[in-house]
């Protein structure tokens, strides 16, 4: 418990993204300044972060994700209070954006930030879930809050291989749910039956053009990590009181769709905006992902890494060629 209390040094490793004279940004392993942390906040030793694709722009200079340079990218954290040694978890809020993040052995935040890490959790373990866990688990909720249930008919997951779509699929399916899944992945169909999934789409399949305003009612609800035309044509295929859970714009930002789903069938589309859901409704969801929507394949497929290892591990996950999580220990 003294560890726990001991304040941040005065210097401490951390993974820094810089920007150089050529107005090129690029993210190496450093060393950070505790004076350049926020004045005020509560001080957090990290015991683990993780890389999310959010995390991996921070590190090439989107500065539409991170503003300010030299920054430590990270939405996610894990570890102790360091003045009562208390576990806690951080997901989003400005973490790794306009304020210093996880990829740091320390960080500093608002008290409000902070949620008590679920006892039947470790740090390791809730960063094998970070951010994509709790995006996952507020777009189960968003259906669940909207009726559907599994005696309703099956329901899809688009990206299904991606951090979020594969543990959506895994709490779905663990619910009794018919999970879909669609991928652009013809190598991780049977990766994604094991965890789950009922039936795999290839997305070129799923995404063939056809111009009706409807499509054959499938679904009764949908996790939607994609976006853009894949959006549209989930939109199209929804039951009646159909619900679609939209969370990501890997395929674009753009949706043109038509008026009929919603007039006609009855649909939903919610947005979930995991960064600013409030700290209830993420604490809500940690405690359902620590109890009765675990998903115990995470810890096998994670990958952890050190901070030195990052530049290669960001290179890889904009390009795609990423599976599983990456947990990051940022003390070795």
């Not at 879930?129 to 009726?147: N, S």
């Not at 951090?163 to 994604?192: C, N, P, Q, R, Y």
Request: proline share 6%; aromatic share 6%.
């Amino acid at each position: 418990m003294s560890e726990s209390r001991q304040s941040i040094p005065q210097a401490f490793p951390a993974f820094i993204a810089r920007e150089e004279a050529d107005g090129n940004v690029k993210a190496a392993a450093g060393t950070w300044q505790e004076k350049d942390l926020p004045p005020q906040g509560v001080d957090i030793q990290v015991e683990y972060s993780c890389l999310n694709y959010k995390d991996a722009l921070s590190a090439i200079g989107n500065k539409g994700v991170s503003p300010n340079y030299p920054h430590i990218p990270g939405i996610d954290a894990s570890g102790i209070r360091m003045d009562s040694g208390e576990k806690v978890v951080i997901t989003g809020f400005d973490l790794g954006m306009g304020s210093p993040g996880g990829l740091a052995a320390y960080a500093r935040v608002p008290e409000a930030w902070l949620i008590p890490l679920p006892s039947s959790l470790d740090s390791y373990r809730a960063m094998t879930y970070g951010t994509a866990g709790v995006t996952a688990g507020l777009c189960v909720q968003a259906l669940l809050d909207r009726g559907v249930k599994p005696d309703h008919g099956p329901v899809l997951v688009s990206g299904a291989t991606g951090g979020v779509g594969s543990i959506a699929v895994s709490i779905l399916a663990g619910m009794g749910f018919e999970v879909h899944g669609v991928t652009g992945k013809d190598d991780k169909h049977a990766w994604l039956k094991s965890i789950g999934a009922a039936q795999v789409i290839p997305r070129d399949e799923f995404l063939v053009k056809k111009d009706r305003p409807l499509m054959r009612p499938e679904y009764i609800g949908a996790v939607d990590t994609v976006g853009s035309s894949m959006l549209h044509r989930i939109l199209r295929s929804l039951k009646f009181s159909g619900t679609v859970a939209a969370c990501g714009m890997v395929g674009g930002t753009e949706l043109e769709t038509n008026i009929f789903p919603f007039i006609l069938r009855d649909v939903a589309l919610i947005g979930i905006a995991s960064a600013d859901s409030s700290r209830e409704r993420k604490k809500a969801i940690w405690s359902k992902l620590a109890d009765e929507w675990s998903v115990d394949w995470l810890q096998e497929d994670a990958k952890l890494i050190r901070l030195d290892e990052l530049p290669s591990a960001v290179e890889q996950i904009l390009a795609g060629g990423v599976s599983g999580r990456i947990v990051v220990n940022p003390g070795e």
